[in-house]
């Protein structure tokens, strides 16, 4: 009695006998059980495989193998090899998607008349499934029928069926799915941009092109960061275009990972390159959070 | 060494009427005070004149060339923005070379330039900093500085110090003032506080609903007023304002207020000057400003008895109540003649503070005794 004269009988705790601690708990602990059961669990249960030799689907025991696997694969040619295409799609991706989303932003910010209605429809690609973009766009690129090649004029160019071509096949795609997602954080930090100061660079004498370097660009950039930060880090681990549309011709780091854990069923090797890429990512997005405190500072 | 002239100016927001056929001469080096209430116009004629707001017809000339369809960075005119629109990513010096640079100025120059600005508005200490570590009265000399540095045709200023605490507007007040003597451009300044206006102007332009009212300097605009707008609007506390008609008693006029049979005595060529200047009955107007209500502790010939309302002890002075004939009436006193709510005193009218207008349309009759 005494404990219960404690609560503040009028809330609605207290009516069903339950303390915040105890509603606390029973919202947090599901959550945190779930967290480590299918994320934590096997992230470490893969970092344990890396260090060994080990087949999923031979009922054999690991075994250990130090860093054999790690060094293997560092020293592997055509693991070089697949990080190199991956970096020139990150970069063809990423940068394709920053000009446009940004390009598209500039346009976008002003009044005119139905610009929530375009918003939204240069918003949909984004919001699309990427099996169906893919095979979509797998008939787009087709080089007997494909609208592309016929608009084009390239008669019968093979798009996704050459390792290069492929390359910037998917990459225009990745770029027609994902600028809006670029042009909504533009949007957004370009209407932050107050308009006073345009006014005081206008007074101040300044020109379109001194406007935009000096007031426009640096104000976006912490968001234009931002977007760069996700592109890069999806581009990076890009999968699902790639593999429904070039039939795999096109080895980014994901697909060769694909094929090692899931066709040769190497899974310790598999194990030590999903790592590597984990490296790999969290050091380039470290760099860029690092550059976006320093831009926050001001 | 710039002349601004405003001919026939015009300006709708759709239906709104912000500007209504102005005209205007602004001479070379003067200061010149926009003073207006909130929505009055003068902040939509300033940003006219920058280049900031189009107008729908008229010209506004700055040494006699029309410029109104010039974008605001041809004008060559500064403006100091309420807001200081100050650039947050950059320092106070960036800020301050920041049309400099737009334009392209050699570094060494821009260099010499801003510290020299920077000496002038004793902020040399503070260039470093970033516009979000500054306090409201240093991005303010920031702004000013970024306005001073180009040497612009003209300087117009936008309610400049309206978001500083009292202490530190009546600061840089003094600095504004000092600061034209010294640099000597053309200034247009933007307040609704008549106090700023009256201190810092060679000419105030007061404007109601996008008219303007009165041009003159501050003792004009205070002593002779062209309406009763400008009478309340200028003078603080506000002018006395009262329906009244004149009679004549002996040798003397009587100017009767609050229709009770309560009359002033006013000087006899009272009546003449009013109808000569075509006063109708009953479209007459007394104003007169507390400090023209004369009051006496004692009775004396020519004053009245009244009875004291509310006081309000300002400590140079104290601002006294009157019920004058169902109208009351503020009077100006030295601190603690009245003593108290409901104290019987003597008043009368200074016949030489009185100002008569016509109720109607507001016009004064300017009549001088």
Redo the contacts between chains.
Sequence with gaps: MAVLAKLDAGSPAARRGWSDLTIRNAFIIPTIAFLIIFNIFPLIYSLGFSFTEYRASLNRPAVFVGLANYRDLLSDPDIWRNFTITAKYVIISVGGQMLVGFGLALLLNRTFPFKGLITTLLLLPMMLSMAVVGLFWRLLWDPSWGPINYALGLGKFEWLSHPTNALFAVAITDIWMWSPFVMLLSLAGLSAVPQHLYEAAAIDRAGTWYTFRRITLPLVAPLLLIALIFRTMEAFKTFDLPFIMSAQSVETVAITLYQMAFQSWDTGRASALAYIVLIVVVCITNIYVKYLNRLRER | MTHIELRGVEKHFGALHVINDMNLVIEDNEFVVFLGQSGCGKTTTLRAI???ETIDEGDILLDGKPVQHL????R????V?Q?F??????TAFENIA??L???RFARADIEERVRSVAKILQITDLLEK?PSALSGGDMQRVAIG?ALV?QPKAMLMDEPIGALDAKLREEMRAEIKRLHIKQGSTTIYVTHDQVEAMSLADRIVIMHEGILQQVGTPEEVYQRPANIFVAQFVGSPVMNMVAADVGEKGKKARVGIGGNGVTFEFPAETTNKLSAAGAQPGDLSLGVRPEGVLISPTAEPGYIEVTAGIIEPLGSHDIVDLEIGGDMIRARTPSGLVSGPGQQVWARIDPVQAHFFETGSGRSLEIAL
Excluded at chain 2, 71 to 74: E, G, L, S, V
Excluded at chain 2, 76 to 79: G, K, L, P, R, T
Excluded at chain 2, 85 to 90: A, D, G, I, K, V
């Design positions: 920058a280049g900031l974008k605001a960075a041809d060559d005119i500064a403006f923005f807001s629109s100050l650039y947050p990513h950059l920041f049309p640079k737009a334009m970033r970024r180009r």
